[in-house]
T-cell receptor, first 115, second 114 residues
Framework: NAGVMQNPRHLVRRRGQEARLRCSPM?????VYWYRQLPEEGLKFMVY????????ESGMPKERFSAEFPKEGPSILRIQQVVRGDSAAYFC?????????????FGQGTRLTVV | DAKTTQPTSMDCAEGRAANLPCNHS???????VYWYRQIHSQGPQYIIH???NNETNEMASLIITEDRKSSTLILPHATLRDTAVYYC???????????????FGKGTLLTVNP
């Protein structure tokens, strides 16, 4: 019973490049959430997706960031033209069909370093 | 979501019980108390949640006061691997609003000492 799988675990990008972070939810989970943890800060909600739909992206920066959760395959968090301030740990979580009274399970995160 | 207050840090001796308090004096009647922890460089890990009755699972026990204004997470026999930041979060189960978000505060850094 695999948990939430994120890859890569570590990603180094030069300023201006694109970063693509992948998240495979737990089996049977159709709700995915992305959180970001800046160095020495707490986790902040970014976006909530169901299959093929973005439900809430209120925590996403307005530019350069996008997320998708296609019918087939993992959820993708995409950061275009990365800057040093994007360096952080990005965590994905998933939950069952009813997210309101069930727990969310997190992956081990992708640590993005922009050089 | 109601706000929570936790001590910044705590120490515990290995093998002893770790009791982590959380104040949530503005909690609403239908809001659950959730606990997560984050071991260094890892993703948050769900521990336990409850509404008003005490709860126990293989990881911990959750004691919620009768007025629900505070709770205590108990790790009965702390090990070195329990050193982590522990987050207490209150969350509504209702399907309205944005209660699917988990609002992480600063949590309590529990250090288990040999």
């Amino acid at each position: 019973n695999a948990g939430v799988m994120q890859n890569p675990r570590h990603l180094v990008r030069r300023r201006g490049q694109e970063a693509r972070l992948r998240c495979s939810p737990m089996k049977g989970h159709s709700h995915v959430y992305w959180y970001r943890q800046l160095p020495e800060e707490g986790l902040k909600f970014m976006v909530y997706l169901q299959k093929e739909n973005i439900i809430d992206e209120s925590g996403m920066p307005k530019e350069r960031f996008s997320a998708e959760f296609p019918k087939e395959g993992p959820s993708i968090l995409r950061i275009q033209q990365v800057v040093r301030g994007d360096s952080a740990a990005y965590f994905c979580a998933s939950s069952l069909d009813r997210p309101y009274n069930t727990e969310a399970f997190f992956g081990q995160g992708t640590r993005l370093t922009v050089v | 979501d109601a706000k929570t207050t936790q001590p910044t840090s705590m120490d515990c001796a290995e093998g002893r019980a770790a009791n982590l308090p959380c104040n949530h004096s503005t909690i609403s009647g239908n809001e659950y108390v959730y606990w997560y922890r984050q071991i260094h460089s890892q993703g948050p890990q769900y521990i336990i949640h409850g509404l008003k009755n005490n709860e126990t699972n293989e990881m911990a026990s959750l004691i919620i006061t009768e007025d629900r204004k505070s709770s205590t997470l108990i790790l009965p026999h702390a090990t070195l691997r329990d050193t982590a930041v522990y987050y207490c979060i209150v969350r509504s189960p209702n399907s309205g609003g944005s209660n699917y978000k988990l609002t992480f505060g600063k949590g309590t850094l529990l250090t288990v000492n040999p």
